[in-house]
């Protein structure tokens, strides 16, 4: 194990954003063990099918896409890794990343269960699919303050 202040090493020819983020990588937890003769999972790149949209926000957008290997529906957010090329990864998407892998499982939080890095430019952050936001879900609370309207 590294020592706190040496860097992870990576793979050659990975860029920094990669690199910076590969620290951070989770295994898949859903990811059946490989039995003998048994064939691999599919890389995460190609195990998500990306059914559309339903979600944006400052950072990013949320899609709802299909776990292929799992067969289920799952959630992915979609985030810009550098906002600034030559500046790496950018701060506040390392800090989600690590915050939700501390935290997992929560049962207040939809977990996150994969991640990773599409193009060098992208992380996909893949959590167990909700039926609405939060904001949603207090609206339809009995005596909401502000009705719920779709």
Known sequence: MEGAGEAASAPKGME???????????PPSSAPPSAGGAAPPPPAEERYTYLERIGEGTYGVVWRARDEVEDKEVAIKVVNLCRDKNEGVDVTVVREIGVMRMLR????????????IKNGKEAHMVFNRAECNLYEWQHRLPGSVVPYEK
Do not use: C, Q, T, V
């Open 105 to 116: 499982p929560h049962p207040n939080l939809a977990e996150m269960i994969d991640f990773f």
């Open 16 to 26: 920094r954003g990669e690199k910076d983020a590969a620290a951070f990588s989770l």
